[in-house]
């Protein structure tokens, strides 16, 4: 079974400017979060999407917005990009219904984001 | 709300010898516990994962983890350290007390195994 693929690896973009970021999930997933590594703050939840819903949501500011489509396929904008939005996004896809709470999250390899 | 506690930033242990990665949590509820493991330009892979039973849990790659209830811990452990193990763990820790939640994770433990 092919694992989640995160697209592109990396990604070089200047401040201001947005991006876009895909993540396809294992076969069957239908759960998609969103994760933003960096050194400083560690590994923060941008977001959560079930079966197109977003199902939760972190503490990020408004430039940071998702959306999943029907095949599960996730997507995340950045819009306005600063200076500090330079990290690793992950992506992660759970499998299971709405209420599989035991299950783990499987990550992609994650994109590489640096804005000058 | 939900949080995870990785006291120590690095871990040094030689080869051969057996290693312990602390973690500590917070919750309203019952906890479902996990270890992750990054290797550098990766992603985060899944160890394994406490969710109810034996309080000794066993994972990938000889690895497993105790959990201690009144201790709110759940170390990772593995008798024999190897070269290959050098790596980012992190813990992870889902509350079962309002329903779904999200994964939080704590800020990672570098584990490095000298030859």
């Known amino acids: 079974k092919a694992g989640v693929t995160q697209t592109p690896r990396y990604l070089i973009k200047t401040r201001g400017q947005q991006v876009t970021l895909s993540c396809s999930p294992i076969?069957?997933?239908?759960?998609v979060s969103w994760y933003q590594q960096t050194p400083g703050q560690g590994l923060q939840f941008l977001f959560e999407?079930?079966?197109?819903?977003?199902?939760n949501k972190g503490n990020f500011p408004g430039r940071f917005s998702g959306r999943q489509f029907s095949n599960s396929r996730s997507e995340m904008n950045v819009s306005t990009l600063e200076l500090g939005d330079s990290a690793l996004y992950l992506c992660?896809?759970?499998?299971?219904?709405?209420?599989?709470?035991?299950?783990?999250?499987?990550f992609g390899n994650g994109t590489r984001l640096t804005v000058t | 709300a939900q949080s995870v506690a990785q006291p120590e930033d690095q871990v040094n242990v030689a080869e051969g010898n057996p290693l312990t990665v602390k973690c500590t949590y917070s919750?309203?509820?019952?906890?479902?516990l996990f270890w992750y493991v990054q290797y550098p330009n990766r992603g985060l892979q899944f160890l394994l994962k406490?969710?109810?039973?034996?309080?000794l849990v066993k994972g990938s790659y000889g690895f497993e983890a105790e959990f201690n209830k009144s201790q709110t811990s759940f170390h990772l452990k593995k008798p024999s350290a190897l070269v290959s193990d050098s790596a980012l763990y992190f813990c992870?820790?889902?509350?079962?007390?309002?329903?779904?939640?999200?994964?939080?994770f704590g800020k990672g433990t570098m584990l490095l195994v000298s030859p």
């Open positions: 992660a896809s759970m499998g299971g219904d709405h209420f599989s709470y035991n299950s783990p999250l499987h």
């Open positions: 076969s069957g997933h239908r759960s």
């Open positions: 999407y079930f079966s197109e819903t977003q199902r």
């Open positions: 919750v309203s509820g019952n906890p479902y």
């Open positions: 406490y969710i109810t039973g034996d309080n």
């Open positions: 992870a820790v889902r509350d079962t007390f309002s329903g779904y939640s999200t994964l939080t």
